[in-house]
């Protein structure tokens, strides 16, 4: 098992930035990939970034490119979104994933959710 702990979301105004944090944590694990999904009130859970543990590449959802980055730490299995440029669009629950291999046996992990609304 591997347990996710999400940090960072809030309330931003428009054109305002917020940075989102998880924090994988278990016995015996080995991370693969970690990353940030979201979904609105009305929408399916959709990719917003991704990062592989091996190599560093990423990947970014079109809506997001250019305004959000993410990174990892990889001392302390964990991942970071750098949220810029935000718009009323990006309203959602962020939610965290990782894909880890727990006693040789990979899967997905989510964390719990944090909520980001934008909002004048």
């Known amino acids: 098992q591997v347990d996710l702990v999400e940090s960072g979301g809030g309330l931003v105004q428009p054109g305002g930035s917020l940075r989102l944090s998880c924090k994988a944590s278990?016995?015996?694990?080995?991370?693969?990939?970690m990353g940030w999904f979201r979904q609105g009130p009305v929408e399916e859970r959709d990719l917003v970034a991704r990062i592989n543990w091996h190599g560093g590449s990423t990947f970014y959802g079109d809506s997001v490119k250019g305004r959000f980055t993410i990174s990892r730490d990889d001392n302390e299995d964990a991942v970071h979104l750098q949220m810029n440029s935000l718009e009323p669009e990006d309203t959602a629950v962020y939610y965290c994933?990782?894909?880890?291999?727990?006693?040789?046996?990979?899967?997905?992990?989510w964390g719990q959710g944090t909520q980001v609304t934008v909002s004048s």
């Open positions: 994933l990782a894909y880890a291999a727990v006693d040789g046996r990979a899967g997905n992990y």
């Open positions: 278990g016995r015996s694990f080995s991370v693969y990939s």
